[in-house]
């Protein structure tokens, strides 16, 4: 869920009135947000750095709100969306009407599109915003806009990327192509000279905010590039815009154009962008038409679409959905109060709904739903027992392991919860094996190292929980009791879950009894005997390279392997940064059910 910040004194003066906190913390839950914090520039920076780096900086102590917003609400990632939303709300105001119009003299603007993109960003969509009148918190504004619709549906810029320029620095027509990285030479954003693409790469690499960008096409044959006439580079999208085109206070006219690999979530960026600061234009709510042209088989298409569209729907379905009894008169006020203009029709029986280009969020009858069950306001949904009786038991696997887990403490060992997810070296690696043999599902795009696999087995994340607690008395006894995934062909999904039980005893000795002992009253606990004739539980001696040679058993069950115990191997304690032995077991619970 993203959080805007906004400036507490620029709000209320776009709402035209001064709320408390808790008054205006009040007015966002009844939209359906969340004020997060209230908080300054000087506040945030003590947080982050210190007290010490926050007194002797220049941060401001003007009072900024934090107000979470819907992941899918991108008309709300701005105060201009923002204000727009809480006053139609508030019935202070109408929803505007946005309109794409062609330039007065009839000389649209043309975007044309090389074949050649299709290598890196195939689509691009463009409009221009006429008369503009931009100030410092404006500016601000729709740059940070721009940064949360990148962070958000642009999925960091590998889906739609936004170029914003100063139209009256540039000439048409533009031409969107991609080249050779050594061919493409410009000055980048707030830089002195010109640098090549591929010098760029490398002056960029060790920027904070642009070398998360710069895979996206690093490893492309060409990079992608927007130029105009007289062939000044616009912008090297995903990566950054020219300097020659750069917005500025003095900027009267705005060309934004956005590259993308889906065309669709471009089409959502670029509505988003010219609805929200077209407020500003002289001509309120009025955006200019740029054409954009595919060279490959001179496909015309007109942006921005600003497309309205109209949805049907039940009075009754909405008021069974919610549990709500209104006329259909009033479920069509509170729509209009959620931007969503509507009337009755067909009797009062249904309500037309009128879904504006802002509202990309509505795609199904159950976000129309929602809106009126937000308008409604949920604290006056009132609770109602269910008319269909059910009776809830709980699954086995699950009784059976709360059940394992009050014994297993009440036998001194105290419970860890670790994260399913962790580094392909804390399940191959680390633990002397090969990352084949691990039946291992991996994540397609990890965000971080920690986090690259689902694990396959408990052990690496007790042994990093013990790691962090290298401070606290000896003997620490460890177990977790959860799930493992490892994948399965016979799955619909390629994988599957498995409920084991780890346990690790960490002191100056290893301690194999102990963990034996703890086995011994597990299988006590589930009344299976010890047996070497098939009918009960045995450990035969194995080699696993994760335990030291010569101290390790395979855990076996009605002549079924379910798990191993042992001394863990040096190697194996050195990697996970322990200092003394450790003794483990680790089996499988679900044979017991």
């Not at 379910?562 to 499988?588: R, Y």
Request: aromatic share 8%; net charge negative; glycine share 4%.
């Amino acid at each position: 869920m993203p959080t805007i910040s906004v400036k507490k004194h620029l709000l209320f003066e776009a709402l035209s009135k001064t709320y408390t906190d808790d008054e205006f913390a009040d007015l966002c839950f009844d939209y359906g947000l969340e004020l997060d914090e209230v908080t300054s520039e000087k506040e945030m920076l003590a947080k982050e750095q210190g007290e010490n780096k926050a007194s002797t900086s220049l941060a401001s102590d003007i009072i900024i709100y934090r107000i979470d917003i819907p992941a899918n609400r991108y008309d709300l990632l701005c105060l201009e969306g923002l204000a727009r939303g809480l006053l139609i709300f508030l019935k202070k105001a109408e929803a505007p009407r946005y309109k794409a119009l062609p330039p007065s003299d009839g000389q649209m603007q043309r975007l044309y599109i090389k074949p050649v993109t299709k290598q890196v960003r195939p689509h691009a969509v463009a409009a221009i915003l006429r008369n503009v009148t931009i100030t410092k918190e404006v500016y601000d504004s729709f740059i940070d806009l721009q940064d949360k619709l990148h962070q958000n549906i642009c999925r960091k810029r590998s889906l739609v990327a936004i170029g914003t320029h100063d139209l009256d620095t540039i000439t048409g027509p533009f031409y969107f192509d991609a080249q050779d990285p050594e061919k493409i030479k410009f000055c980048p954003l707030n830089q002195a000279i010109e640098f090549t693409a591929a010098a760029q790469m490398e002056l960029f690499s060790h920027d904070s905010h642009l070398r998360h960008y710069l895979p996206i096409i690093r490893d492309k044959p060409v990079y992608p590039v927007i130029y105009d006439s007289n062939n000044i580079v616009l912008s090297m999208p995903p990566i950054i815009n020219g300097d020659h085109s750069k917005l500025t206070l003095e900027t009267k006219n705005v060309f934004i154009e956005c590259t993308a690999t889906d065309l669709t979530k471009a089409k959502i960026v670029l509505d988003t962008l010219v609805t929200m600061f077209s407020q500003y234009c002289d001509d309120k709510f009025q955006v200019e038409s740029v054409e954009v042209i595919y060279e490959e088989d001179g496909k015309s298409c007109i942006y921005p679409e600003l497309k309205y569209r109209h949805e049907v729907i039940s009075a009754d379905l909405i008021n069974r959905q919610i549990g709500i009894n209104e006329t259909a008169e009033d479920i069509a006020s509170l729509l209009t109060k959620m931007c969503l203009a509507s009337e009755v029709v067909e009797g009062g029986k249904k309500v037309k709904v009128e879904v504006p280009p802002t509202r990309a969020d509505v795609i199904h009858a159950c976000d129309i739903v929602e809106d009126v069950a937000i308008a409604y306001s949920y604290n006056r949904i009132v609770e109602r027992i269910p008319n269909t009786n059910t009776v809830s038991v709980q699954y086995p696997i699950n009784k059976l392991s709360d059940l394992l887990r009050q014994e297993i403490a009440a036998s001194g060992f105290t419970e860890a919860l670790t994260f399913a997810l962790c580094s392909r070296d804390d399940i191959s690696v680390k633990l002397r094996k090969d990352l084949k043999d691990t039946k291992a599902v991996h994540i397609g795009n990890p965000k971080t190292l920690e986090f690259q696999v689902a694990r396959t087995t408990l052990l690496p994340g007790i042994l990093k929980t013990i790691a962090s607690n290298k401070n606290m008395p000896l003997p620490m006894k460890l177990f977790e009791i959860s799930d493992v995934i490892v994948k399965d062909s016979e799955k619909d999904v390629g994988a599957r879950n498995f409920r084991n039980f780890c346990a690790v005893n960490y002191n100056k000795l290893p301690d194999f009894e102990v963990i034996h002992g703890l086995l011994d009253r597990f299988m006590q606990l589930l009344e299976i005997p010890f047996s070497q004739n098939g009918k009960g539980y045995c450990i035969r001696a194995i080699d696993d390279p994760t335990f030291f040679k010569g101290r390790c058993a395979e855990i076996v069950v009605n002549e079924k392997p379910i798990g191993k115990l042992g001394v863990l191997h040096p190697e194996v304690l050195s990697k996970f940064d322990l200092s003394m032995p450790c003794s483990a077991l680790e089996i499988n619970i679900e044979p017991f059910l």
